[in-house]
C-alpha cells in the first residue's frame, strides 16, 4: 500500500495496528473512538483506570498521563498521537486529508 506525506509518496510494508488508551467516562475518549469507527480504522482499545498498570503504560508511550492516546504502529515506527484530527495520523492511517 502506498500514502502520500505532502510531495513523498511511501510505500507501506504493513498494516499499521492502532491502539486507543482510554477511559469509559472520558468525552474526548469517546470522540477519538467515533473517529476512528466513522473512519472504519480497525483498533485495540484499552481501558487504563486511574493509577493501574495500563495507566503507567499511557505514561511509558506518550509522556502524559492524559487519554485519549492513539498510538500507531506502522512498518516498524510508532506515532503517538493526542488528537484524532491530527493531519500526520489520517496520513499514516492512507485516508483523505
Given amino acids: 500500500m502506498e500514502f502520500r ?3 513523498l509518496v ?3 510494508i504493513s498494516e ?3 491502539t486507543l488508551y482510554s477511559v469509559g467516562w472520558c468525552g474526548w475518549c469517546d470522540l477519538a473512538r467515533a473517529w476512528l469507527d466513522e473512519h472504519d480504522v ?5 481501558d487504563v483506570p486511574d493509577m493501574q498498570k ?3 503504560e499511557v ?3 506518550s509522556g ?3 487519554v485519549p492516546v492513539i498510538v500507531v504502529e506502522c512498518d516498524g515506527k510508532r506515532h503517538v498521537f493526542l488528537d484524532e484530527r491530527n493531519s500526520e495520523l489520517r496520513q499514516i492511517l492512507g ?3
Fill in 54 to 56: 495500563e495507566r503507567h
Fill in 5 to 7: 506525506i505532502g510531495e
Fill in 95 to 97: 485516508l483523505a486529508v
Fill in 10 to 12: 511511501v510505500n507501506r
Fill in 64 to 66: 502524559q498521563l492524559e
Fill in 16 to 18: 499499521p495496528e492502532v
Fill in 42 to 46: 480497525s483498533y485495540r482499545e484499552i
Fill in 59 to 61: 505514561l511509558q508511550v
